[in-house]
Antibody
Framework: DVHLVESGGGVVQPGGSLRLSCQAS????????MIWVRHAPGKRLEWVASMNEDGRLKWLAGSVKGRFTISRDDAKNSLYLQMNSLRAEDTAVYYC?????????WGRGTLVTVSS | DIVLTQSPDSLAVSLGERATINCKSSQSVLYSSNNLNYVSWYQHKPGQPPKLLIYWASTRASGVPDRFSGSGSGTDFTLTISSLQAEDVAVYYC??????????FGQGTKVEIK
């Protein structure tokens, strides 16, 4: 079975940093694009970042460009999201998702709260 | 960016009745070379991750009950729940993967029991 488990969320002050991790299992991680999607309270789902199979292609949403970085370690079957200069509007549940074109498997998410 | 607009924003349906959700794209998401529509649908319940229901506009994901169906082509798509069950209360999103980045979602439609 495919499993995606996020970690690293928490409460952080505006301007602070967090690093989210996603541990994948149950599939050949190195053969898939992987993405981060977030859901802020009362808002729609929002795609945040994508990375291709070998890590050479990275795309970031305009709302996080210059502040967030996506990376992966295929040897560890892990995906990461480094979040810097966090703002109140980054408060959301962050999901690690397998990208098959459509988003076929989702982790349970990790909550990031940006508040003073 | 492709903008997806869902209608209605919310709807209340009696148990056993049909629920219909529409999704309109700002541009066609039909790829002519393979005749596939790059649209998917997700169900999102509180406290749970979103769940893939439909991909390629009309293909049910594994394990999804057959009361869920998707239709449409080009710019107009529909998710239908043929006989609403209590466990179907959720927010439903359409999403396009024709153009990336960015991957865009509709604003969501909240389905409740009347």
């Amino acid at each position: 079975d495919v499993h995606l488990v996020e970690s690293g969320g928490g409460v952080v002050q505006p301007g602070g940093s967090l690093r989210l991790s996603c541990q994948a299992s149950g599939f050949i991680f190195s053969k898939y694009w992987m993405i981060w999607v977030r859901h802020a309270p009362g808002k729609r789902l929002e795609w945040v970042a994508s990375m291709n199979e070998d890590g050479r292609l990275k795309w970031l949403a305009g709302s996080v460009k210059g502040r967030f970085t996506i990376s992966r370690d295929d040897a560890k079957n892990s995906l990461y999201l480094q979040m810097n200069s966090l703002r109140a509007e980054d408060t959301a549940v962050y999901y690690c998702v397998r990208d098959s074109g459509y988003f076929d498997f989702w982790g349970r998410g990790t909550l990031v709260t940006v508040s003073s | 960016d492709i903008v997806l607009t869902q209608s209605p924003d919310s709807l209340a349906v009696s148990l056993g009745e049909r629920a219909t959700i529409n999704c309109k794209s700002s541009q066609s998401v039909l790829y002519s070379s393979n005749n596939l529509n790059y649209v998917s649908w997700y169900q999102h319940k509180p406290g749970q991750p979103p769940k893939l229901l439909i991909y390629w506009a009309s293909t049910r994901a594994s394990g999804v009950p057959d009361r869920f169906s998707g239709s449409g082509s080009g710019t107009d798509f529909t998710l239908t729940i043929s006989s609403l069950q209590a466990e179907d209360v959720a927010v439903y999103y359409c999403q396009q993967y024709y153009v990336t980045p960015p991957r865009t979602f509709g604003q969501g439609t909240k389905v409740e029991i009347k």
